[in-house]
Each structure stands twice: as structure tokens, then as C-alpha cells.
């Protein structure tokens, strides 16, 4: 046996020659004793060797903290995490706020509508439904003074198609305030003007228009006052008469 | 979009690298012959693939490229440098070797002493070590050992067959004195 021999048994038992070599190796190990021992020699190195070198093993412990190291590294840091929680609860907060308050002011108006459209139908119901009967809005007005803790302007109706049927004090969450009544056709339309404070701040200065016991009604704020307007007239007719009341205030 | 290929980038990696995570180790403790060492070594080792993932080329090895990142981890470390400075190691590569004398190969086989052959592989020096055990232990070829360790086949053939005469001539030794 000869060193280029036992170089070659090396590759030949690592599997690195090629086809033809190997077959020229098979051919010389039938031939050579030498070469056959040396050969088997090797091949009990190597396997006890792959054997021998498997020695060290990890703890499992150790395995789980590498795995979590290169995983928490494409996760967001603890902080970022932290921060993202607050910021969510942060917001869910805000929105639950913002959510709430929404809900509390629709109840408001939808409580001040509902005793708005209750006022109507007594209004209709009534036997005597105005206080103060007449058409001249300069009668109207000075009827309520006295009556109620403030003032208000009323519109000229000429041609308009509207006409103002009387007035009578009316009362809203214990707050006197004013009811108006108009008609147009056959249709008669309240319009109740109160202090603010009657239906609470939370209703806010924004103009709204609903549907409630199928009447239609218009309600905004001007100059400290909450008008409200209800009737079974159209929504137009309630939207042009409340163009004439805000136009006159 | 950006933060979804990291994600993807991120389990691939674990995905490649966690099977090899038991014979990194071996190999590790191999190289640095301690525990505490070698826990540092696979960790470093792993930390700087996944960093470094976006770098490695699809389509090559994944596991000489592990391979390679943790024996420079290990070259770089104190273990490391004191191992590699007693070494001088291509001026041999290339020189023809001496007929060793024969080797006791089947006694050790006999006496299953593992004992004696783990101690004998310790011994040798680090660029020995190391090749027998990419080669014999992790089954690599010589042509991802050459990767592993950024050498020419050529190379991986001679430095393998020194580092097993150098076993051989290890074990005989400590067999005579047993």
C-alpha cells in the first residue's frame, strides 16, 4: 500500500470520486490485501469517529431561549409592544368616550323630541289650543311678555302662505318657554321656542331634522333661544317657515 | 408590505436554521471545548444569520453558510485566537505526506472506547479538528466543507487526509500508553 493509495481510499470512502475512479478503486481493492486492510481500517475510523463526535448536546432550555432570540428580534420589542397596548387602550377609551357621548347627546335630542311632538298633539287635542288668538304678530309677541323669561322676534308672513293662528305658554323640562302656532293649507305647525337650559346643553348648537310620530321636525339654536318646529306639513313648508323665523330673529 | 417580507424573511430563517440547531451545538462545544462557550458561540452564531439573513444568496448552502458564521464567531472569540495562533496552516496543505504507521483502528473498535477517541479528537489541532468533523460527524462534502471553511477543494483534500493521519497517530499513541 502507498500514500497516494490510502489518499485515494479517503475520497473513494467519502464518496467523492467519480464513477469511472470508482470503479477503478473497486477493481484495485479485489487485487490489493493491502489496500483491502487499509480500506477497512479507515472505514472503522471513520464510523467511530461520526460516532464519537456526536457528543455534546443542548439543553432544551438553551434550544427555547436561541429559538425566542431570533424570534423576539422580528417581533416588535417589548416597549413598542407596551406602547402599542396603551395606545390601543388609549384609543378605545377616547372612542368609547366619543361613542358615549354621542349616544348621550341622541338621547337628549330624541327625549326633547318626543316631549316636543307630545306638546304638539296636546296642542291639537285642546279645545282651546291658543292662548292668545290672532294673526298679527304684533299682538302675539307682546301677549308673552311677562309670561316667559325672554324675548323673540317673530316673521311677516305676507304671502307666504302661512299664518300664524296664536300663541300660548308652554312648559319644557319646567322651563316656560313659547308655542307658536302656524298653519299653511289645512296643516298646522307648532314652533316652541325655549331657553336653552330647558333641553340641556349636551343638545349643542347644531341644526337637526327628524321624523317623530311621523311629524316633521326642524330644530336649531340662535341667540341663546332652541326653536322647534313640528307638524305634519311637509318638510318643505317646515324648512320655509323655519327660514322665516331665523331670518327674523 | 415591508413589515410582512420581514415577517416572512424572519420565520424562514427559523425555519432553515432551527434543524441544524443540535449539530451547530456539537459542533460548537467541539470547537470552544466548553459548555458555557459553546452556548455563547450557536447564540452569537444565530443572532448574526438572522441579521444577516437578507444576505445570504437563495439557492446556496444554508448549512455551510451557518456553518461558516459560527466557526468565524468562534475564530474571532478568545478560545479562538489562542487555537488558530499555534496553527500554521497552508504552507502544509500542499506537502506531500509521510507513510504513517499503521493504525490500531480495530482495537478501539473492540474496546468501544469513545472515551479515548473523543479525548484524542480534543487534541488535535483546531484546523484538524474541525475538518474531521465537518467531514466524519456532519457528513458534509468536500465541497461545502470548502465553503464552511472558504478553502479549495484541493485544500479540504489534503488538510483532511493530514488531520485523519494526525487522529491515527493520536490514538496509537494513547493506546501504547494504555
Known amino acids: 500500500m502507498v500514500d497516494h493509495c490510502t489518499a485515494k481510499l479517503e475520497t473513494y470512502l467519502d464518496g467523492e470520486l467519480s464513477a469511472n475512479e470508482m470503479r477503478d478503486v473497486d477493481a484495485h481493492l479485489r487485487g490489493c490485501p493491502s489496500c483491502a486492510a487499509d480500506l477497512l481500517s479507515q472505514l472503522q475510523l471513520k464510523r467511530a469517529v461520526h460516532s464519537a463526535g456526536k457528543r455534546y448536546s443542548a439543553s432544551p432550555d438553551f434550544r427555547e431561549r436561541v429559538r425566542k432570540s431570533i424570534a423576539t428580534t422580528r417581533r416588535p420589542s417589548p416597549i413598542r409592544l407596551w406602547l402599542g397596548a396603551t395606545a390601543a387602550v388609549a384609543l378605545l377609551f377616547v372612542a368609547g368616550l366619543v361613542s358615549w357621548s354621542v349616544r348621550q347627546q341622541q338621547l337628549q335630542r330624541q327625549q326633547a323630541f318626543s316631549e316636543v311632538a307630545d306638546l304638539h298633539v296636546a296642542t291639537l287635542a285642546s279645545v282651546n289650543p291658543v292662548d292668545v288668538i290672532s294673526t298679527d304678530r304684533h299682538t302675539v309677541k307682546p301677549w308673552f311678555q311677562g309670561k316667559i323669561p325672554f324675548t323673540f322676534n317673530l316673521p311677516e308672513l305676507s304671502n307666504s302662505g302661512f299664518t300664524l293662528i296664536g300663541g300660548r305658554v308652554t312648559y319644557l323640562g319646567q322651563t316656560p318657554g313659547a308655542e307658536l302656532i302656524y298653519q299653511i293649507r289645512k296643516h298646522q305647525i307648532s314652533v316652541f321656542i325655549f331657553p336653552d337650559r330647558a333641553v340641556g346643553h349636551d343638545l349643542g348648537s347644531s341644526s337637526w331634522s327628524q321624523k317623530e310620530l311621523a311629524f316633521n321636525i326642524e330644530s336649531w339654536d340662535q341667540d341663546g333661544l332652541r326653536y322647534f318646529l313640528i307638524g305634519d306639513a311637509s318638510s318643505s313648508d317646515i324648512r320655509n317657515l323655519e327660514d322665516m323665523l331665523k331670518k327674523a330673529s | ?178
Open chain 2, 1 to 178: 408590505m415591508e413589515v410582512a417580507e420581514e415577517r416572512l424573511t424572519a420565520a424562514t430563517f427559523e425555519e432553515l436554521a432551527m434543524p441544524l440547531f443540535d449539530q451547530l451545538y456539537n459542533f460548537a462545544h467541539w470547537l470552544a471545548q466548553d459548555r458555557t462557550e459553546a452556548e455563547d458561540l450557536v447564540q452569537e452564531t444565530y443572532v448574526k444569520a438572522l441579521k444577516g439573513f437578507s444576505s445570504f444568496q437563495e439557492g446556496t448552502n444554508f448549512r455551510a453558510w451557518m456553518y461558516r458564521i459560527l466557526r468565524n464567531t468562534f475564530l474571532t472569540s478568545r478560545t479562538g485566537l489562542k487555537a488558530s495562533a499555534t496553527v500554521a496552516l497552508d504552507s502544509e496543505d500542499t506537502l506531500e505526506l509521510p507513510a504513517g504507521p499503521e493504525t490500531p483502528e480495530t482495537i478501539l473498535i473492540e474496546h468501544s472506547n469513545h472515551q479515548l477517541l473523543q479525548t484524542a479528537i480534543e487534541a488535535l489541532p483546531l484546523h484538524f479538528r474541525e475538518i474531521v468533523l465537518l467531514c466524519e460527524v456532519e457528513e458534509m462534502s468536500y465541497q461545502e466543507i470548502a465553503e464552511t471553511l472558504s478553502i479549495p477543494m484541493g485544500t479540504v483534500m489534503s488538510r483532511l487526509s493530514r488531520a485523519r493521519k494526525a487522529l491515527r497517530e493520536s490514538l496509537q499513541q494513547k493506546l501504547v500508553r494504555t
